[in-house]
């Protein structure tokens, strides 16, 4: 397959005129290419977006227990411009985690949508101050067993630990050589992330959310991030978790290359208001997805309504655009394969309106999947 005449964000995510030839599920050259081909003038034409934080879409939720969810989220992802997910785990017992694992790993390679790279796995090593919608009854130490057991049934590409409880430095030791270990749902100061940046940690959950916020005298978490040039930082970019204006300050600190827009969806997303769950609790859908108590539940957003609300807030479109491809793909490893509209990779692209308001079609592993 030939695409012409689209206005291509390739390597360097600076805008040109260009041809794509498709061969073989990849992107075999890049140009301008003398054969004929379908002509896609007027449309721009980005990388397959990425969402490495997504725990549910369009009534299925990776926790669920239903074996044909993570295949639903594939299949309403793509319609929302995203190329390739990580499903994200609650914390949950065990032996539920391990049900969860099993149904993922059956729906890797037979995926219709967008494909997995993964298990984001969120929590349960999480700290009780900070738990926010994760049930605290199921938090445990970090068990680099209970990892390696979950590991073995379906890949990992993301895990998620306080670095203060007891145990974490011997954990992110042993994971960080396995998969990507990020700061998450912490009470850690300052010194405590920084210790554990030191250990391996590379990456911040939902950075602002669930953590000690940057302060004066104390920076905790958030200031740990910042002070960091090696971790990246995860954003929920739906208007809600983060005001506008600390988001221009986040994507202004951190940078072009350590910005990661995520959804943090659950359920609800794409549906009417109402009742819900996320990880067996019950949500509340209105302006956002809360718990009966009001604490936010994930999120109801999707990353092209985000990469929107980024342009809106005035963030640089070149950052914004790796901020939803990649980015997330060096987060996890998968920068080789997807992120990029570059020879040798998947052919995992977006095509959007001029004015980047409309998605015209979305292709997968070089199939138009929507």
């Not at 309403?76 to 995203?82: R, Y």
């Amino acid at each position: 397959m030939i695409i012409k005449n689209a206005i291509v964000y390739g390597a360097d995510f600076c805008a040109a005129k260009a041809d794509i030839e498709i061969e073989n599920e990849k992107i075999k050259r890049i140009g301008k290419i003398e054969e004929s081909g379908e002509d896609y003038s007027g449309c721009v034409i980005l990388p397959g977006f990425i969402d490495i934080h997504i725990h549910g879409c369009n009534m299925a939720d990776a926790t669920d227990g239903n074996p044909d969810s993570a295949a639903e989220m594939s299949r309403w992802l793509v319609t929302k411009g995203v190329t390739s997910f990580c499903p994200t785990t609650m914390t949950l017992p065990p032996q539920t985690l391990k049900k969860c694992f099993s149904y993922i790993k059956s729906t890797m390679g037979n995926e219709e949508g967008a494909y997995i790279h993964g298990i984001n796995m969120e929590g349960p090593f999480i700290a009780p101050e900070k738990k926010g919608a994760q049930a605290e009854e199921h938090i445990l130490e970090p068990d680099f067993g209970l990892f390696s057991e979950l590991y073995g049934i379906c890949p990992v590409s993301l895990v998620d630990i306080a670095p203060e409880r007891p145990g974490a430095d011997e954990f992110i030791e042993k994971t960080s050589k396995i998969c990507t270990v990020s700061a998450a749902h912490t009470a850690a100061s300052y010194a405590q992330a920084k210790a554990g940046f030191e250990k391996g940690i590379t990456h911040a959950t939902h950075l602002f959310n669930a953590m000690n916020g940057l302060g004066s005298r104390e920076p905790g978490t958030v200031g740990a991030v910042f002070d960091s040039d090696n971790v990246r930082a995860e954003l929920i970019c739906d208007g809600i978790h983060i005001c506008p204006a600390t988001l221009r300050i986040a994507f202004r600190l951190l940078g072009e290359d350590r910005t990661v827009v995520i959804s943090d969806a659950m359920m609800a997303a794409g549906l009417s208001e109402g009742e819900y769950t996320l990880g067996g609790q019950r949500v509340i859908k209105t302006d956002a997805a809360r718990l009966p108590d009001g604490t936010l539940a994930g999120s109801c957003t999707n990353l092209f309504d985000e990469f929107k609300n980024l342009l809106s807030y005035g963030i640089p479109l070149r950052q914004a655009i790796k901020s939803v491809t990649i980015n997330p793909a060096k987060a996890i490893g998968a920068d080789k394969i997807t992120g990029s509209i570059e020879e040798g990779k998947y052919a995992d692209f977006v095509v959007l309106s001029s004015d980047f308001q409309q998605i015209k079609a979305v292709f997968v592993k070089g199939k138009r999947a929507f």
